[in-house]
């Protein structure tokens, strides 16, 4: 079916790539459970050999999704080993993947008796840690004073739409943009032992924007060195707004009245420059980091005070 240049997204969903049907006119593409088709002498067909490579709903469904990712073409794969395997092969020797060691075995032994051949690297993270790691950290915002009674808490990894939001946000955002943002460049300079030539450190602006605008927020509570990811988003969002229609409204910064707390080095506060306090860290992890870049004093009132609000903080804790 064609569709106009001002067709909106909802439109394009349902009837984009999609050919009426020719022995009924159906505008939209049945579902062809056929596997084999018809061929006039070998080789000669319609375009359809065989179902396990080609199906005319198939290719309504890769019609459809390339559409609406604005791209030249889609590929839909039968199974997540066909799409694993055509994903990889566009790696090369040398480059290194992070998957899970809970992995799906058909797709470990793909890794390990295959493509290891080929120079791939792979690394198995433990994700066994991961649920209690999300109880300690609701304890530590409740901790730090965040009230459930007047804020939500959720976890963010199952709500779909974050993710999703920031694939649709992706196909839209020039890469220059994120190229510019100051933190990128920062990091890579202060950082230069980590392998920070990833999309998901270059994009993690673009799943910042994502997490703001799903719940279409008006003002977002940042502190200055975030200003700049937030222009970023106004950004992207004028910019999916001209494509699709006024979807998300532009959210500004919200500041404190400390806006820049600066990590204990000096620099800006960041975990991957090791200069934080964690809110889970132990009483003596805590007095360690202080005295060594402060040089407080072991003794004296400013010492029994540290040790009073650490009691306070971990009492909260349990």
């Known amino acids: ?21 020719p022995s009924t006119g159906a505008v939209i593409t049945p579902i062809y459970q056929t596997s084999t088709y018809v061929q006039d002498a070998l080789g000669q067909h319609k375009g359809y050999e065989y179902g396990r490579t080609q199906n005319p709903t198939r290719s309504a469904f890769e019609a459809n ?18 799409a694993t395997n055509a994903v990889l092969t566009l790696l090369k020797a040398g480059d290194h ?34 649920r209690q790691a999300t109880f300690d950290a609701t304890a530590d915002l409740i901790a730090a004073g965040i009230d459930p009674q007047r804020s939500v808490l959720f976890l963010q990894s199952e709500v779909k739409e974050h993710a999703e939001l920031h694939l649709l946000l992706s196909m839209v955002t020039p890469l220059p943009w994120l190229e510019r943002v100051p933190t990128f460049k920062d990091q890579q300079e202060q950082l230069q032992e980590k392998d920070l030539n990833t999309y998901g450190f270059l994009g993690y602006p673009l799943l910042q924007t994502a997490d ?53 080095d000096g620099r800006k506060m960041s975990k991957s420059y090791g200069n934080t306090i964690g809110l889970t860290a132990s009483a003596d992890e805590v007095r360690a980091a202080i005295y060594q870049d402060f040089e407080i004093p072991r003794a004296g009132h400013l010492r029994r005070m540290l040790d009073r609000d650490l009691q306070r903080h971990h009492a909260l804790r349990q």
């Open 1 to 21: 079916m064609r569709l106009g240049a001002r067709a909106r997204f909802n439109t394009i969903c349902i009837h984009a790539g999609q050919i009426p049907d």
């Open 65 to 82: 999704i390339a559409a609406m990712e604005h791209g030249a073409a889609a590929f839909g794969f039968a199974s997540g080993m066909a």
């Open 97 to 130: 993947v992070v998957v899970t060691d809970n992995t799906y075995g058909g797709t470990y032994r793909l890794f390990e008796q295959i493509l290891r051949k080929y120079e791939l690297h792979f690394t198995y993270a433990d994700t066994s840690r991961v």
């Open 212 to 264: 703001i605008i799903v719940y279409r927020a008006n003002f977002v509570p940042v502190g200055e060195d975030q200003a700049s990811h937030l222009e970023l988003s106004r950004e992207i969002v004028r910019r999916f707004n001209n494509f699709y229609g006024d979807v998300f409204p532009e959210p500004q910064p919200l500041f404190t009245a400390t806006p820049k707390v600066p990590g204990l």
